[in-house]
Nanobody, 122 residues
Framework: QVQLVESGGGSVQAGGSLRLSCAASERSDRTYVMAWFRQNPGTERELVAL????????YYADAEKGRFTISRDNAKNTVYLEMNSLKPEDTAVYYCAAGIGVSNRARDYAYWGQGTQVTVSS
C-alpha cells in the first residue's frame, strides 16, 4: 500500500503564496504519476496539476497556468506544488494522488493523501 503524506497547507491572504509537499512511501510504477487535486464541499475533486517521474508530460488546469508550479524530487519520492498569486477561489482541500497512468480523472488514481486545507482570504 502506497502512503502519501502531505504538508504545507494553511491560510494566506489573496496574492500570497504557499508550497505544498507530498512524500510517497515508495518509488515504483504505482507512483509513476503524481498529481494534486482539490475539492470543496459538495463539489467533485478536480485536477490542479500532475507530473510523471520523468517530468513529462506535466499538466496544469487552465485556471492554474502561470500561477502554480508542480515539481518532483525523485530521490525523495516527493512532489511539490508551488502556489503563487493565490485567489480566494483557490480555497479548498488539496489532495495528493499517485497512480500508474496520466489522467485528469480522480477515479483513475489509486492512492491518496489525507488532504491539506488551503484558505485564501480576500
Amino acid at each position: 500500500q502506497v502512503q502519501l503524506v502531505e504538508s504545507g497547507g494553511g491560510s494566506v491572504q489573496a496574492g500570497g503564496s504557499l508550497r505544498l509537499s507530498c512524500a510517497a512511501s515508495e518509488r515504483s510504477d504505482r507512483t509513476y504519476v503524481m498529481a494534486w487535486f482539490r475539492q470543496n464541499p459538495g463539489t467533485e475533486r478536480e485536477l490542479v496539476a500532475l507530473t510523471t517521474r520523468s517530468g513529462s508530460p506535466t499538466y496544469y488546469a487552465d485556471a492554474e497556468k502561470g500561477r502554480f508550479t508542480i515539481s518532483r524530487d525523485n530521490a525523495k519520492n516527493t512532489v511539490y506544488l508551488e502556489m503563487n498569486s493565490l485567489k480566494p477561489e483557490d480555497t479548498a482541500v488539496y489532495y495528493c494522488a499517485a497512480g500508474i497512468g496520466v489522467s485528469n480523472r480522480a477515479r483513475d488514481y489509486a492512492y491518496w493523501g489525507q488532504g491539506t486545507q488551503v484558505t485564501v482570504s480576500s
